[in-house]
Nanobody, 118 residues
């Protein structure tokens, strides 16, 4: 299973970015049943959960990004998105797309780097 993440880049503090993760080769029914999420890892730090969304659309966010980030999904496009607003320098990290299947199998995409300048 290949997860393709994109949308990272360099942005000034207070700016916005939208990350996109696609799973073009995943069977639609499988994708629809997955819990999808975004995680991030900053230099010298452990990977942490940013946001997740279940197959029913229930979302969960890290406290540090609540009210600023929004996760959404489009099952027809086999895609999950992360809209990031009011970005802060501490949001700088590699962002990873994650899929947890109904069989509890984990899949990770390659990271997309987000750099927020002060």
């Amino acid at each position: 299973v290949q997860l393709q993440a994109s949308g990272g880049g360099l942005v000034q503090a207070g700016g916005s970015l939208k990350l996109n993760c696609k799973a073009p080769r995943m069977i639609l029914s499988t994708f629809s049943g997955n819990r999808m999420g975004w995680y991030r890892q900053a230099p010298g730090k452990e990977r942490e959960m940013v946001a997740t969304i279940t197959s029913l659309g229930t979302t969960d966010y890290a406290d540090s990004v609540k009210e600023r980030f929004t996760i959404s999904r489009d099952n027809g496009k086999r895609s999950v998105f992360l809209q990031m607003n009011s970005l802060k320098p501490e949001d700088t990290a590699d962002y990873y797309c994650h899929a947890l299947t109904t069989r509890n199998l984990d899949y990770w995409g390659r990271g997309t780097l987000v750099t927020v300048s002060s």
